[in-house]
């Protein structure tokens, strides 16, 4: 190109000299020559400018350099906006986890960092000492790293995990302190932080959200519990700005542009009460120090709504002590609510019951002899197996056996009602099947497997595995008269970009026995715990040291509540059961009013190292109980904030995992039902792009080969016809009412094509 200009350049100035030499032209006639080669000259350069410069804006390139967005960066900045995460409430708007800044505590060491003024503004090494004096005073941070640093090449140092994650209050309080002393180049760094304001609050089921590199942007991701399974719904999405600067590089007012909006994390209500939830932390502390036990856990239920009040378990943490609090021994960072799945002993006896009275198989008046041989197992009852002899009479009736939790009495009426029958009402109270109450890695448990001896053993709760989130499902339907509820962990979810919100309702999912089933059972619990020869939770003794009279140990506003106590064997990693002389897990479940229960308690003990006693989970669930009927009608109560009601727009879930679907469509506080077992989704009852309400019901049709029949109860009529074309079936309806009361096709037998489904309607 040089080359080409040169030549461009002198060649007409040449030109002109030959012929000037040859022709001998006047200087006129020469200076006219020179104008005109000028001249044309002058067109050509003209015309290779107006031609780069017409290429340089319509490419807009230069070599590898984009002039377009190196102009653009001269007069204007792009930056992403940092959408907020949700904040977690327990059902009054008490806060639990919220959006905050922690601090890092820095020291600058470049000597050129100086004001306007000339006045320094880092430390000088004069004042090293009295630097390692102040942050080790103030922070506790070893001296000799405090030394190491401050020696270093580095022009700004920090001082490790003591150094960080300091707190808004402490941080003003570090810089007040540095101001007093004359100290020069301390500084700090905000960083995003998750606060658990209760501290010690349902941590393992709240979960823990940190910081993370997403693309180059921190942000705040759930890691455990609610706060990992809710994260769509807190997280939001963050939102794209530019705006205009001037020559120093500063936003000029009045020029900022959204290009995409933020969507600030949307604010998750749980059905948690603070006051509740404190109370059984400060008493779960007490039985964990008076018990020595491996884990406990506990949670209380609202029986009318299926919300989960308050829950916690033993060992557990907080965030702010976390690296400390999960070195302690059979530490775990499972929930024990729903991830962890156990044999749940004598406690699973209300549900065996309940299936007798049902179905009529057992006489509660009926003596038997508690002697029983199973092939080659011999089941005794725990009075034979503690003392190598009876201590209760040999002969009782069935309503005895269960006050006194005798194994053999359950045993008889389950080989009396045959394994195919006691295996419905299984399915009917839904155990193997996962809550999906929308919290990821929940534990399904088991059934007992097809050998009879298995079959027998889970009459009095081994043999099975459950968790207990299944078992207050299931003691729902027995506080309830029979209906069974969906436990509720959310009871509101707000979106603060539309000012919407979706509110929970109860959520009927089944009848798997009949009301005076429910009450009988009820009244044979009251008896465990106030019968003074059979009940087990009767206390003959009292406690003088407490000055608890002999009585019935569970009582609350001086009335006794219906119980049911449990002793399970756990199983060895090496086979069979463990046998030390306190390797059990010992539980009751209590149920308060007893005729009317308002509220359902569950807690169980594992592996005590001090001598067991029922007055641990007394401890625990009385005052408890008491404090939530006192509460009861604010309980009640729902959050009256100004938000309208929204809705949710279905998406398109063929093809999708069945069980993911479902937990997602809870966390938007819809009510989706599986049917079948299958994996994948084949078809569903709302169609996708179709908005509906909080509490939608949605059928979740799966590829699933064997018509399973659902229990229908409460569902309405376009969702009976809905299953009925999916299955094949021919509906007759009976009744007046609008819901399912009964169906002729009993929950978990398979439908064949062309067959006649009776559906008795109620209100």
Known sequence: MIKFFKKLIFFPFRKVSRNARKTKLSPERNRKHVGKSLFFLAIALFTIFIFRFVWLITVNHVGGTDLKKMATNNYQSTVTVQAKRGTIYDRTGAPIAVDSSTYTIYVVLDKTQVDSNGNRMYAD??????????????????????????????????????????????????????????????????????????????????????????????????????????????????????????????????TTKVIEPVEN?????????????????????????????????????????GDILATSQRPTYTAETINSDITQKNFTWNSLLYQTAFEPGSTFKTFLMASALDSGKVDLNATYQRKLQVYDATINDWDVTENKSYTLPETVTYAQGFAMSSNIGMSRIEMDMGNDLWGSYLNKFKFGLKTRVGLDDENAGSLPSANAVSQIQSSFGQGVAVTPIQLIRGWTAIAGNGTMLEPHIVSKVVNPNTKTSLTSQPEVIGHPVSESAADKVRDLMLTVNTDPVYGTSYSTTGDPDEGIDPGPLFMVNGQAAAVKTGTAQIASSTGGYMTGSQDYLYSAVVMYPAKDPDFIFYMNVKIPSEPWTLKY??????????????????????????EKAGQVKISDYKGKEAGTTADSLRQTVLNPVIIGSGTKVTAQSVSAGKKVNANTRILLLTDDKDQVMPDMYDWSKEEVNQLADWFGLKVTFEGSGTKVASQSLDVGTKAKKGQTLTVTLGS
Do not use: C, W
Request: aromatic share 6%; no cysteine.
């Open 617 to 642: 989970i007394a401890r625990v669930a009385n005052p408890l109980l008491t404090r939530a009927e006192s509460l009861k009608s604010e309980l009640n109560q729902t959050n009256s904030d100004d």
């Open 125 to 254: 090494k004069s004042e090293y000492s009295k630097l390692e004096d102040f942050l080790n005073r103030e922070l506790n941070i070893d001296r000799s790293l405090i030394e190491k640093q401050l020696n270093s090449k580095y022009k700004q140092v920090q001082f490790g995990t003591k150094g960080s994650n300091i707190s808004l209050q402490k941080m003003q309080e570090i810089q007040k302190a540095a101001e007093e002393q004359k100290l020069v180049g301390i500084g700090f760094s905000a960083d995003l932080s998750r606060s658990y304001p209760f501290g010690n609050f349902a941590s393992q089921f709240i979960g823990i959200a940190r910081p993370k590199d997403v693309n180059g942007v921190q942000v705040l991701q759930g890691d455990m519990g609610l706060e990992k399974s809710f994260n769509p719904i807190l997280s939001g999405k963050n939102g794209v700005e530019t705006y205009q600067k001037d020559i120093l590089g500063r936003p000029i007012p009045g």
């Open 265 to 305: 994390g949307q604010d998750v209500y749980t059905t948690l009460d603070a006051q509740l939830q404190k109370l059984l932390e400060t008493s779960m502390d007490s039985a964990a120090s008076q018990t020595g036990a491996q884990e406990i856990s506990g949670t209380l239920v609202d029986a009318h709504t």
